[in-house]
Nanobody, 118 residues
């Protein structure tokens, strides 16, 4: 089993910054990638950014140039970060951490709220 613990959400004004963290623990063998998705009220969950074990990144067009995903695998944990700069009201959503392993195993975090006020 894998446990994902997210942190770092909150309320920020337009143009501000937040940094999300997601710490993975448990059976971390076979991780392919980790990433962030978000879901705004009344909308489908969408990809924000992902990063593979080999540090290959992928971003949604709407966040390119503003968000940066990174990872750290020290201390027997895999942690993924999402640095969010120049935040806009349309970035308001619940942000979920996702972890994919070999064998099509997928794990989701509990979500953290990000609210950007205009």
């Amino acid at each position: 089993q894998v446990q994902l613990v997210e942190s770092g959400g909150g309320l920020v004004q337009t143009g501000g910054s937040l940094r999300l963290s997601c710490a993975a623990s448990g059976d971390l063998f076979g991780i392919i990638s980790m990433g962030w998705y978000r879901q705004a009220p009344g909308k489908q969950r969408e990809l924000v950014a992902t990063i593979t074990r080999g540090e290959i990144t992928n971003y949604a067009d709407s966040v390119k140039g503003r968000f940066t995903i990174s990872r750290d695998d020290a201390n027997a944990r895999d942690t993924v970060y999402l640095q969010m700069n120049s935040l806009k009201p349309e970035d308001t959503a619940v942000y979920y951490c996702k972890l994919d392993k070999w064998g099509r195993y997928t794990y989701w975090g509990q979500g953290t709220q990000v609210t950007v006020s205009s």
